[in-house]
């Protein structure tokens, strides 16, 4: 099956026995199209704009409660999650990839990663940065795909 049957099926809905998180290191406008149908979820803006709101000594406990209640609060159970830069931030020491897992609950998100998937290793950034994560997708209740 070619990349985009998969994600085709993928598109309709899916129910997998691993979870309800697919890391997406795929062409963004590819993936307008493909899940045009999906909510889709701008967590930068959202998330962005609330942590302003907080003294610079707040920011590292509430970031993950606010990207959990900006998922909640979406009115769709398949959910596109764009612009998530911010969640690498060395400030916040987050693991992403399980917050989007705790965050899920009963909805099936697509996370729009803009990084890398290779070897089982999903990564973000380059060595040297610090924003820079990697994360084996096998210690996760995860998929990932590319395109």
């Not at 979870?19 to 899940?35: E, H, P, Q, W």
């Not at 942590?51 to 009115?75: F, W």
């Not at 998937?117 to 996760?140: A, L, Q």
Request: glycine content about 6%.
């Amino acid at each position: 099956m070619n990349e985009y049957l998969k994600l085709e099926h993928i598109a309709k809905g899916y129910s997998a026995d691993r979870g309800r998180v697919i890391i997406a290191c795929a062409d963004k406008d590819f993936m307008k199209v493909l899940f045009s149908d999906w909510e889709w979820l701008n967590l930068g803006l959202v998330v962005s704009k609330r942590l302003l709101s907080l003294d610079k000594d707040l920011r590292k406990q509430a970031v993950a409660d606010m990207v959990k209640e900006a998922i909640r609060n979406t009115r769709s159970g398949r959910v596109v999650v764009d612009n998530i830069d911010l969640l690498f931030s060395p400030e916040y020491s987050l693991d992403v990839i399980k917050l989007f897992i705790m965050a899920a609950n009963n909805k099936n998100l697509i996370i729009l990663w803009e990084g890398t998937f290779k070897d089982g290793m999903v990564t973000y950034s380059e060595p040297g940065f610090g924003d820079y994560h990697i994360y084996e997708i096998d210690n996760y209740n995860a998929y990932c795909i590319t395109k």
